[in-house]
């Protein structure tokens, strides 16, 4: 974030944070290792600012490492993205799973009632 601020696509810390829908104390917590980044806002901030997202992700640039420390977990931060992808595919599989077994339910309770409603003629009101 600070190389786009530094090359002027952006003013401050703030102006991203509004650009990327994102309130700005979380921002600064993210930026000093105390919050984990979420995949949408690594999403919505390689968009807009058209940033490499592999420089963001390991910390490098033309090769040459970085000193900074990505996160308190000790894991390196392509491996902290992957298993927060990896969370959310998960999720939407669950989620794909349950419209699925509701689908399953709603014809299985229309094919149940058809039978019944065929012998009964609809009143008119």
């Known amino acids: 974030?600070?190389?786009?601020?530094?090359e002027g696509r952006a003013k401050n810390m703030t102006e991203i944070a509004n650009e990327c829908d994102y309130y700005i104390q979380g921002?600064?917590?993210i930026?000093?290792?105390?919050?984990s980044v979420s995949v949408d806002?690594?999403?919505r901030f390689v968009?807009?600012?058209?940033?490499d997202a592999n420089l963001l992700l390991k910390g490098t640039e033309n090769n040459k490492s970085t000193d900074t420390?990505?996160?308190?977990s000790g894991k390196p931060p392509d491996?902290?993205?992957?298993?927060?992808i990896k969370a959310k595919d998960n999720v939407i599989e669950a989620k794909?799973?349950?419209i699925d077994t509701q689908r399953e339910l709603i014809s299985s309770l229309k094919r149940e009632i058809q039978p019944k409603e065929e012998g009964k003629k609809r009143k008119a009101y």
């Open 1 to 6: 974030m600070g190389r786009v601020i530094r």
């Open 27 to 29: 921002l600064s917590d």
């Open 31 to 35: 930026t000093k290792g105390r919050r």
């Open 41 to 43: 806002l690594l999403y």
């Open 47 to 51: 968009n807009k600012y058209n940033v």
């Open 69 to 72: 420390d990505y996160s308190k």
């Open 79 to 84: 491996q902290h993205l992957y298993e927060l």
């Open 96 to 98: 794909e799973n349950v």
